[in-house]
């Protein structure tokens, strides 16, 4: 599972770390320069990130992107 954020993104949620720990192999990203809607902020970035994973990139956060 990979599952982003945008940097700039004023959403967020109380259990976040519970929701993440549902799933072991998940790995977790930051957009740059984008709020809550990634896909309009950068969409571009989003397609490559999307792109990469699709591709079978699953052992580390894709190109672009920030762990968080």
Do not use: K
């Amino acid at each position: 599972v990979l599952a982003l954020a945008g940097a700039l993104s004023q959403f967020r949620v109380d259990d976040l770390s519970s929701r993440l720990e549902a799933f072991p192999n998940i790995l977790v990203g930051t957009v740059p320069d984008a709020g809550h809607n990634m896909h309009y902020d950068q969409p571009q970035l989003l397609a490559d990130v999307i792109g990469q994973w699709c591709g079978g990139q699953h052992d580390r956060v894709p190109m672009g992107l920030s762990s968080t």
